[in-house]
């Protein structure tokens, strides 16, 4: 067997290997939810628990059959509260992204504007996103575009934190060698700085998901008529917790999904961090 023969052998090996790697642990991670379901299903059935403050799997799974096709007790389909949640979560969320990364690389890039702005971010950086709720009622009211600002502010902070901490941390040695080579600052920042950033702005970004996310429930709290948020509420407030968990449950699947589509992102965007 020549060195060409060996080297395409050992490939292969390695690919089983990593294949069979995945199998194990995809295996162990469904026997460990089907460990907590049937926990969680024993416990409500032996009343270990009181079943009239926590459903059992199988009526969570019900409702959830259910609230696809029927709107009751909340007014809505499961589909309409998605789309509802999803509609301003994502447009706050992505507004955040967008204005954030880019004034969090420039905030760590330039001293000056560093100094200019950064007194009123770290003022307002410690206030809960929540505790805007009534601000925005008496600026934007009650609509969508009041529930869509607080969540820009749940998102907002991470994605300027992390990527000002990404060009901050970029290495001295690559700014010199820019230096020496005649580029000027603004290429510099484009060239060496930014990507130098991406990994930790992308950290950012994965955490301004799940805040946004987060603050959904209390976003909707404002008039809202639908949304995933709003039906944990009515659960809530017709006592039925099969309801609520449902709700709970869509989020954290859908949330999930959404960063691993980032993930995705992520890894085309800086592919070269693998190398």
Not at 7 to 12: D, I
Not at 62 to 81: E, M, R, S, Y
Request: with cysteine; hydrophobic share 50%; charged share 15%.
């Amino acid at each position: 067997m020549n060195e060409t023969e060996k080297n395409v052998s050992s490939v292969q090996i390695e690919e089983r290997k990593r294949a069979r790697e995945k199998v194990q642990l995809f295996l162990i991670s469904a026997a460990s939810v089907m460990v907590f379901l049937g926990v969680w299903e024993t416990a409500v059935r032996l009343a270990w628990v009181n079943p009239q403050f926590v459903c059992s799997p199988s009526e969570a799974f019900a409702a959830f059959v259910d609230k696809l096709t029927q709107p009751n007790p909340d007014g809505a389909v499961l589909g309409i509260h998605i789309w509802e949640s999803l509609k301003l979560a994502l447009i706050g969320y992505v507004a955040a992204a967008v204005i954030g990364v880019p004034l969090g690389l420039l905030l760590g890039y330039y001293r000056t504007f560093d100094r200019l702005i950064n007194p009123i971010f770290e003022i307002i950086r410690p206030i809960p996103p929540i505790s805007w709720i009534p601000l925005s009622v008496i600026w934007l009211g009650i609509g969508t575009t009041a529930k869509c600002f607080i969540i820009f502010l749940a998102a907002f902070v991470p994605c300027v934190i992390n990527s000002y901490t990404g060009v901050k941390l970029t290495n001295p040695v690559l700014i010199d060698v820019a230096k020496t080579c005649g580029a000027s600052r603004w290429k510099i920042f484009i060239t060496v700085c930014t990507p130098s950033a991406m990994p930790l702005a992308f950290t950012g970004v994965r955490v301004a998901l799940g805040n946004a996310w987060s603050t959904l429930v209390a976003a909707e709290m404002l008039s809202a008529t639908a949304g995933l948020g709003y039906m944990i509420q009515q659960g809530r407030a017709l006592g039925r917790s099969d309801i609520i968990i449902v709700g709970m449950l869509t989020i954290g699947v859908i949330g999930a999904a959404l960063t691993a589509i980032l993930n995705k992102l992520e890894n085309r965007v800086i592919r070269w961090r693998a190398k």
